[in-house]
């Protein structure tokens, strides 16, 4: 099911107005690496989006904890 579907549901079930935000969001794109061509969030599959943003997430935190990583390399150096 794709997230549009689901915030279109969600809509229905609570009687809510959408947030702007989420709106947005929907409509912002995401560049498949997979495909070549970009994909608009709204389009995307639930467990697609969930993976790819648990991806995203190991991916920066590898970059964080390597970036962490320099910074003690750097600090040990400069107490010598």
Same mark, same amino acid.
């Given at each position: 099911?794709?997230?549009?579907?689901?915030?279109?549901?969600? /809509?229905?079930?609570?009687?809510? /107005?959408?947030?702007?935000?989420?709106? /947005?969001?929907?409509?912002?794109?995401?560049?498949?690496?997979? /495909?070549?061509? $970009?994909?608009?969030?709204?389009?995307?599959?639930?467990?697609?989006?969930?993976?790819? $943003?648990?991806?995203?997430?190991? $991916?920066?935190?590898?970059?964080? $904890?390597?970036?962490?990583?320099?910074?003690?390399?750097?600090?040990?150096?400069?107490?010598?």
């Amino acid at each position: 099911m794709k997230l549009k579907q689901i915030v279109d549901i969600t /809509k229905i079930l609570s009687d809510r /107005k959408i947030p702007d935000d989420v709106l /947005k969001f929907l409509d912002d794109e995401y560049y498949s690496i997979s /495909k070549k061509q $970009n994909i608009k969030f709204g389009d995307m599959d639930l467990l697609h989006y969930i993976r790819v $943003n648990i991806k995203d997430h190991k $991916n920066l935190w590898k970059s964080y $904890n390597e970036v962490d990583d320099k910074l003690h390399k750097i600090q040990k150096i400069m107490e010598e």
